[in-house]
């Protein structure tokens, strides 16, 4: 699992279609994938910010007999 630190008095600026890191990417296991747009998400929106402003609702539709 990843590391959760973040150090936010570092900038850069990348290219994000530089054909290393697409290389890169490609040759991580889905789960690395994964792993890591959450630890992205997580640091660009915080742990609870998206889940605790969504709500999930549950509609029963019945079919017709024909």
């Known amino acids: 699992m ?3 630190k973040i150090q936010r008095n570092v900038f850069e600026v990348a290219n994000l279609h530089d054909p290393d890191d697409l290389g890169y990417w490609r040759g ?9 747009m959450e630890f ?6 915080g742990h609870d910010r998206v889940s ?12 017709k007999q024909n």
């Open 2 to 4: 990843i590391e959760e």
């Open 28 to 36: 991580r296991s889905y789960i690395e994938r994964i792993e890591t």
């Open 40 to 45: 992205m998400r997580k640091a660009m929106f």
């Open 52 to 63: 605790a402003r969504l709500q999930r609702v549950l509609t029963i539709a019945e079919l």
